[in-house]
């Protein structure tokens, strides 16, 4: 099996993160502040977080690459 590069896995990471922020969005006008709207925009900062830092991984592993050339 194929190791996945961290651009991917932070794009996937993002693209997750904002499919909860819409789902969060979308169940605070419906129903308010709640404990589930809550916990969306946690799973949505810890998704963002995650991606955030691979794609700085990913940029500070090109940068290195690109010092040994």
Known sequence: MRR???LTVGLIYMAIGVLFTVFAVQH???SGW???A???VLLATLDF???IRMLMLHFKIKSIQN???
């Open 49 to 51: 977080g995650s991606g």
């Open 38 to 40: 809550y916990f969306l």
């Open 28 to 30: 605070v006008s419906q």
């Open 4 to 6: 996945q590069s961290p």
């Open 67 to 69: 010092k040994k050339k």
């Open 34 to 36: 709640g404990f589930f």
